[in-house]
Nanobody
Framework: QVQLVESGGGLVQAGGSLRLSCAAS????????MGWFRQAPGFEREFVIG????????RYANSVKGRFTISRDNAKNTVYLQMNSLKPEDTAVYYCAATNSGVQTTRGAYAYWGQGTQVTVSS
């Protein structure tokens, strides 16, 4: 089992920045590719960004390219999501997830999920 705990969400004005963290415990963190997903009210959970086990490969949703970056610190068992130039449409609950495959963009590929953290961007 892998336990994931997100933090860092909150309320920010449009154009602002937030950094989310996801702390992992349980099995060896470096064995897992990590992803961030988000879910807005009335919408399905969607892939945002992902990073491979050693951080050499990242994948992005088109909607966040150039604004969001992902990084990980395997020594700290933590993955980060840096969000810049935030827009009201980025408002959602953000979830981190772990998969023992490579970087995946589909929700079903991830076996472990955090509880989510709310990000609200005001206009």
């Amino acid at each position: 089992q892998v336990q994931l705990v997100e933090s860092g969400g909150g309320l920010v004005q449009a154009g602002g920045s937030l950094r989310l963290s996801c702390a992992a415990s349980g099995r060896t963190f470096s064995n897992y590719a990590m992803g961030w997903f988000r879910q807005a009210p009335g919408f399905e959970r969607e892939f945002v960004i992902g990073i491979s086990q050693r951080g050499g490969i990242t994948r992005y949703a088109n909607s966040v390219k150039g604004r969001f970056t992902i990084s990980r610190d395997n020594a700290k068992n933590t993955v980060y999501l840096q969000m810049n130039s935030l827009k009201p449409e980025d408002t959602a609950v953000y979830y981190c997830a772990a998969t023992n495959s490579g970087v995946q963009t589909t929700r079903g590929a991830y076996a472990y999920w955090g509880q989510g953290t709310q990000v609200t961007v005001s206009s």
